[in-house]
Structure formats: structure tokens, C-alpha cells
Nanobody
């Protein structure tokens, strides 16, 4: 079992910045990658960014150039640095882990409870 706890959300003005963190505890033997999802009110949950054990990253087109995902394997912690925030970034942001099942393929397993990010003037 893996427990995930997000932190760092809050209220910011457009153009501002926030850094989210996700701390993992428990058994991490089957955690090979991690990712950030977000869900705005009335909308489906969407993938924001992912990072693998070797540091490979991917981003949704909507956040490229503004968000940076990183991971500290020694601390079992993942981060999401969010810059140039827009109103449409308002959502609950969730941390998630994944297990590698075959080369280049992952299976999502655990969810965090989420942290609220609100971007408003």
C-alpha cells in the first residue's frame, strides 16, 4: 500500500506561481512513475504531467512552458512548479503513482486526496 499526500495549493492571482508537493509513504516497490492530474468543477479529471523513475517528463499542451514536474526519489516526493498561472488552471490537483508493467507501458495505481488551486483576480 502507498499513501499519497498533496500540499501547496492555495489562492493566487493570474500570473502568479505555486509549487505543489506530493509525499509518498508505505511500500514504494511498485512505484515506477508519478503524475499530476487536475479536475475543475463540472469537468472531467485530466492528466497534467508525468515523470518516470529515470526523469523522463511529459506535459499536457495547456501547461507546457509554464509548469515543471520534478521528483526527489530519495525523499519519495514529487513536485509541480506552476508559473504564469491562469484562471483556467483553477482545479483540484491530484497526485498519482504508476507501476511499470512492460517497457514503455505503465499502470496507474494509487491516488492522493487532492489540493485546491484557485487562480483569481
Amino acid at each position: 500500500q502507498v499513501q499519497l499526500v498533496e500540499a501547496g495549493g492555495g489562492l493566487v492571482q493570474p500570473g502568479g506561481s505555486l509549487r505543489l508537493s506530493c509525499s509518498a509513504s508505505g511500500s514504494i516497490f511498485n512505484v515506477d512513475a508519478m503524475g499530476w492530474f487536475r479536475q475543475a468543477p463540472g469537468k472531467e479529471r485530466e492528466l497534467v504531467a508525468t515523470i518516470t523513475l529515470d526523469g523522463s517528463t511529459n506535459y499536457a499542451d495547456s501547461v507546457k512552458g509554464r509548469f515543471t514536474i520534478s521528483r526527489d526519489n530519495g525523499k519519495n516526493t514529487m513536485y509541480l512548479q506552476m508559473n504564469s498561472l491562469k484562471a483556467e488552471d483553477t482545479a483540484v490537483y491530484y497526485c498519482r503513482t504508476a507501476q511499470k508493467i512492460v517497457y514503455g507501458s505503465y499502470q496507474w495505481n494509487y491516488w492522493g486526496r487532492g489540493t485546491q488551486v484557485t487562480v483569481s483576480s
